[in-house]
């Protein structure tokens, strides 16, 4: 499974970078807004610095809501840096324009999917990445981690190239989760990765085992 991370924050794209795992970055105008990235030329600017800490995918998602606002502005971040990758919502005019980017070699994220038939017509427009946002799904007391099994298996039963980028990931265990049923990609707060190292056991061990030594 690869592992994305989902902030606009440099330095902690830089961290999960040197940690050597990192295949790629998530944004969205939300997490643009946080690091206080405003104005079209402070934006691009930021996604080219972001592609030049990662040698992966770097999703940047489109402002518009209607079909030719999206492709207009799609083709402009797609220009930005060979790592973008064009994060459109799914609506109906973002389908459209997931079609067109996809007849145009433009690869795309569909992003705000919740449900299996949203993936299913990501998929049949040719979307690149398609995320469910699991955590948000979590929030309302549905099922996140099902609803990307789900995905999983109608995406495998036609073998859709699509692939299953896992979002609104909120901790460790939803990072288990994902790779045990199969999704593509996960995308992270550095946090949640971090989070994968710890165990008290771990922790204990080390401890014996440096007490020990000094008796080599
Ligand atoms: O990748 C989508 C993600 O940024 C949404 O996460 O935690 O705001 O639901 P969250």
Redesign the pocket.
Known sequence: MKFFI?TANLDEIREANNMGILDGV?T?P??MAKENIFGKLEVNKHYKQICNIVNGPVSAEVLATDFKGMVAEGELLADLHDNIVVKVPMTGDGIKAIRYFSDRKIRTNC?LVFSAGQALLAAKAGASYV?P?L??LDDISADGIGLIAQIRRIYSNYEFPTKILA??V?HPMHIVDCAEIGADVM?APLKAIKQLLNHPLTDKGLEQFLKDAKQL
Do not use: I
Request: glycine share 8%.
């Open positions: 989902d998530t969205n939300s997490l992003t995320s946002f955590g948000r979002a609104s909120r995308t």
